[in-house]
């Protein structure tokens, strides 16, 4: 089935090609332009695997002297940033907050961007902290679901999704887990299942 994305890509040998080839001549150091021209060859979402945008875009970064392993971490990187969202950072800044635009800020500098960094870690693992208490609170620690959702807080819902994200990958070692809100939206959806352990009295 012929999607937008596939309608609107760039073929090699339209002008369109021709001036994205003059673009990515131009702009070898700018990382957004070349991003963005590497969206219109390979859009995101687009069947790339099926339709031939990844070999064009593979004949792109040939045809302009650019790794292919550069061209499509900058398509991905313009991708998670559209234009609008765009701030007046640098380019790698943008890149490695791309899972947490929550902490991006007009002006940031490659210093705050580590420490940025360094925050977003430390969020991925207070969250899984965060499980991890609510599940031994409800399977050792005696509470309900209801009564430990009302000690924090929180919604029942949330208490229980909490503690079967944290039961799916209960034993595995940090870099053995996905991050944490996809446990969590897994959790939601009822996949993974998780492993038996003890029922808490209130039901899950």
């Given at each position: 089935m012929t999607t937008l994305q596939d309608e609107t890509r760039v073929e090699p040998g339209t002008?369109?090609?021709?001036?994205?080839?003059?673009?990515?001549?131009r702009a070898m150091r700018s990382n957004w332009d070349l991003g963005d021209a590497a969206l219109e060859i390979a859009p995101m979402g687009s069947d790339t695997s099926?339709?031939?945008?990844m070999d064009n875009l593979r004949r792109y970064a040939d045809e302009i002297g650019c790794a292919w392993e550069s061209i499509d971490v900058y398509r991905k990187v313009a991708a998670a940033w559209p234009l609008p969202r765009r701030l007046?950072?640098?380019?790698?800044?943008?890149q490695v907050l791309m899972a947490h635009p929550h902490l991006i800020r007009d002006a940031?500098?490659?210093?705050?961007?580590?420490?940025?960094d360094r925050l977003s870690e430390e969020w991925e693992s207070?969250?899984?902290?965060?499980?991890?208490?609510?599940?031994?609170?409800?399977?050792e620690g005696g509470k309900t679901v209801r009564g430990l959702a009302a000690e924090i807080g929180r919604s029942d819902t949330h208490v229980t999704f909490m503690a079967k994200a944290w039961r799916a990958y209960l034993g595995k070692q940090?870099?053995?887990?996905?991050?944490?809100?996809?446990?969590?939206?897994?959790?939601?959806?009822?996949?993974?299942?998780?492993?038996?352990?003890?029922?808490?009295?209130?039901?899950?």
């Open positions: 002008d369109r090609w021709a001036e994205l080839i003059e673009i990515g001549d099926n339709n031939g945008a007046g950072c640098p380019w790698s800044v943008h940031m500098t490659v210093r705050l961007e580590h420490e940025a207070n969250r899984w902290a965060t499980a991890e208490a609510i599940h031994l609170e409800l399977t940090p870099d053995d887990r996905p991050p944490f809100n996809q446990a969590y939206q897994a959790a939601k959806q009822g996949k993974p299942k998780p492993d038996p352990a003890p029922e808490p009295d209130d039901e899950f």
